[in-house]
């Protein structure tokens, strides 16, 4: 045990050392979250307590999905099951040490606890902006923090029991599986009965699954309980779930420390060779995708480009050889958002705003998620890059034309439905498309530039804050520009055209710096 | 020392390992050697309990597994995988302290002399090279003075100066009666060192030679016996 304890303290500490000996990063953090911080002030200033500018059951229902999400990881059985969260040098080192399988447990927890910590301080520093936008009060702001690190350590502790309870037990996995469904089912359903003759169902089935009764439901109520209790506040509820998932840990925990064998360790090897594998692809630029290896199309090909175009037909062929021309999963997922998006649209139409501002809101919000995926970001690793013989400009665009392709494909996968089901015209849907992926080319952009700016200072975390950050200084302009259009009763043609206005323009401006960074690779990450 | 008794390790139907039994005794090298996907490491890492595995492994008279066995066991794995976050000293004094070794101070100094670790030793080993990752990956197996190490391509990364230092610490683990099995692709560089080799292929032993019985009855090198066993199997 002083082993795991040596391993832990020795690597937090070291963490503390690293920022100390890069200031500059660590500046930045604390100048980033301060100016978050000031932000979140400014907002709250003048405001009542508890008013919010989102409806705060938004926020209920996103911490609901959490619950379940979070009773599905850590308590649905497998057959064969690892368990997550182990560093690939933990296998070389720890597992081979002769240490208890307690002790090697152990290193997860202490982790989560030092995690913990961190959440505490992110927490705290969005304390005001909770404040603001789903109108917490200052006691929900601490039950959330108090939920968040509860289900973080409970959550470990199940997931841990889970392994050992279940592993390599046929019998008992089927009939807890069983009992798993069944409890979901109940969680899930048994709101549909009143709903079902109600005059409005969908108020209905909302207040049913709300009430305290559907909190005794094992685990996804228990967990619901402590989820949501930043908004329920101390309730009976959340003492009963609290204290049940406290035992439960507890009474794990005393079960786990009699345990000795070792049989767990090929899955979590797994897992944790997964995990290094998915890590190593994100920092490439590819989608994580785990499990079976996917078959690749042959492909005839013969490469005609001079320059940096060679790089542009090289993703060509990437995408060929993984897919029909440039439509993925991601392109089926626009598809599906874009059909529900056109149907709600078109059940409920909100007077307030126009159909194609909801749906560049909603797209340009999924365009600052999926950005961190692209094939630019290998390249510009690649030292063949900077060899090519052509001007850093042209490279920038080849080297992200591919994306723009993509882009523009999945653009039209996302508005075409929701045209047709909005009733939506022609010319809207281009000028969508081409919105979409002007969006996507600045957000490419600003990430080069980032990691130029801020690569040497390894501080991954911070470079991924301060994309955001840019990419929403640059995305709530054009949305500003797009409503003040409608407001003043412009045809909505015109507020999708203000909008791609005003990113034309950021885009050439960012694209004019970014170009400028392409000519070295020693100052990226 | 290590009695290995019908060890096979499966993936789906793709056997990897196949009914492989063998032992080595107190005080001899062992050198796995195969082309590249014969399933050496897979044995080394189903050997070692990493991986489930039909068949028993025994160390003296421990099970494999057990904690007393593990205590006397040393691994290099093929990749070196550290921590980030501890420093090349700090790995050292973690490995001293899962494996209850007290005096580790003197060894460690010895070790980083050998392997030009001394300036090195305050420094993070994610700033380290892949070479001196490998180096520290040694001293981890090292430290422990272990009574049977598994070494699992060590030499890949290392310099000249290194690799001499690791075959004259391999000679002192033999001369104080450890156990080594040691899978690797050079094998000239090992040439004068093994007592044991085996041979594996598609996740069999093919060939298991003993030193005595190589020098007896053999004119030409070790690497052109294996060599023209692997022509005669393919």
């Known amino acids: ?525 | 020392m290590l009695r290995v008794e019908n060890i096979t390790k499966s993936y789906g139907k793709l056997v990897a390992v196949d009914n492989v039994s063998f032992k080595i005794n107190k005080g001899e090298i062992c050198i796995l050697v195969g082309p590249n996907g014969a399933g050496k490491s897979t044995l080394i890492k189903s050997i070692l309990g990493l991986l489930k595995h039909k068949g028993k492994v025994r160390l003296g008279s421990y099970d494999m597994e057990s904690i007393e066995a593990r205590r006397i066991t040393g691994y290099a794995p093929e990749t070196p995988i550290l921590h980030e976050l501890l420093t090349v000293r700090e790995h050292v004094q973690f490995i001293a302290s899962a494996y209850g070794v007290e005096d580790w101070e003197e060894p460690m100094r010895v070790l980083f002399d050998r392997f030009d670790l001394t300036d090195k030793q305050n420094k993070l080993c994610k700033e380290l090279s892949k070479g001196m990752q490998q180096k520290v990956s040694l001293c981890c197996a090292a430290i422990i003075s272990p009574a049977m190490i598994f070494l699992d391509e060590p030499m890949i990364g290392l310099d000249p100066k290194a690799i001499r230092e690791f075959k004259a610490m391999l000679a002192e683990w033999k001369a104080r009666g450890a156990s080594v099995l040691l899978s690797t692709h050079i094998i000239d560089s090992i040439d004068s060192l093994w007592d044991r080799v085996i041979m594996i292929s598609k996740g069999r032993i093919i060939k298991e030679i003993e030193r005595k019985s190589f020098e007896d009855y053999r004119s030409e090198s070790l690497q052109d016996m294996f060599l023209s066993i692997m022509e005669e199997v393919s």
């Open chain 1, 1 to 525: 045990m002083k082993a795991v304890f040596y391993l832990f303290f020795r690597g937090t500490r070291n963490i503390v050392f690293r920022a100390l000996k890069k200031p500059a990063a660590l500046i930045g953090y604390l100048a980033f979250f301060l100016f978050y911080l000031w932000i979140g002030i400014r907002l709250n200033s003048g405001k009542e307590q508890g008013a919010s500018i989102f409806n705060s059951d938004i926020f209920y229902i996103m911490l609901t999905l959490f619950a379940l999400f979070q009773a599905y990881a850590c308590v649905y059985p497998a057959k064969k099951n690892g368990i997550a969260g182990y560093l690939m040098a933990d296998i070389a080192l720890l597992f081979q040490a002769p240490v208890r399988t307690f002790d090697i447990l152990l290193i997860l927890i202490l982790r989560q606890f030092s995690s913990s910590f961190f959440t505490i301080a992110f927490m705290l520093v969005q304390a005001p902006i909770f404040k603001t936008v789903f109108g917490l009060t200052t006691g929900g702001v601490i039950l959330y923090i108090f939920s968040s690190i509860v289900m973080s350590i409970f959550g470990t502790v199940l997931m841990v029991l889970k392994v050992f309870v279940f592993r390599n037990k046929p019998f008992l996995t089927k009939g807890f599986r069983l009992f798993f469904y069944a409890m979901l089912g109940i969680y899930l359903i048994y709101p549909v009965i009143p709903a079902i003759s109600h005059a409005s169902p969908v108020k209905e089935y909302y207040r049913v699954f709300r009430l305290p009764v559907m909190d005794m439901i094992p685990f996804f109520g228990w967990l619901r309980a402590v989820a949501v209790s930043p908004l329920t506040g101390i309730t009976q509820s959340l003492a009963v779930s609290f204290l049940i998932l406290l035992l439960l840990c507890v009474t794990g925990l005393f079960y786990l420390y009699r345990k000795t064998d070792t049989e767990w360790f090929e899955e979590t090897v797994g897992i944790a060779e997964q995990s290094g594998i998915a890590a190593e692809m994100i920092k490439k630029g590819s989608m994580p995708v785990l499990g079976p290896v996917r078959r690749k199309n042959a492909v005839s090909f013969t490469f005609t480009g001079r320059g940096s175009a060679a790089v542009l037909q090289k993703h060509i062929l990437e995408y060929r050889k993984t897919g029909f021309l440039f439509v993925s999963f991601k392109s089926v997922l626009f598809l599906i958002l874009g059909a529900v998006l056109g149907w709600f649209i078109r059940k409920s139409p909100d007077q307030d705003l126009p159909v194609m501002l909801i749906s560049l809101i909603v797209i340009s919000i999924l365009s600052m998620l999926f950005s961190m995926f692209s094939r630019w970001k290998r390249e510009i690793r690649s030292p063949y890059l900077y060899l090519i013989p052509d001007t850093p400009f042209r490279k920038l665009i080849m080297i992200t034309a591919a994306s723009a392709i993509k882009h523009v494909i999945d653009g039209f996968f996302y508005y075409v439905p929701i045209c047709i089901l909005t009733g939506a015209s022609v010319v809207e849907i281009v000028i969508g498309v081409l919105a979409y992926m002007t969006l996507n080319q600045i957000c490419i952009n600003v990430d080069i530039l980032s990691n130029r700016v801020f690569g040497r200072l390894n501080a991954g975390n911070f470079r991924f804050l301060i994309n955001y950050f840019m990419q929403l200084l640059i995305f709530i302009p054009a949305i500003t520009v797009s409503a003040v259009l409608d407001e003043l009763n412009m045809p909505s043609v015109l507020g999708v055209l203000g909008y791609l206005g005003v990113l034309t323009v950021f885009y050439i401006t960012v694209s004019v710096f970014t170009a400028g960074t392409l000519r070295c690779p020693e100052n990226f990450d």
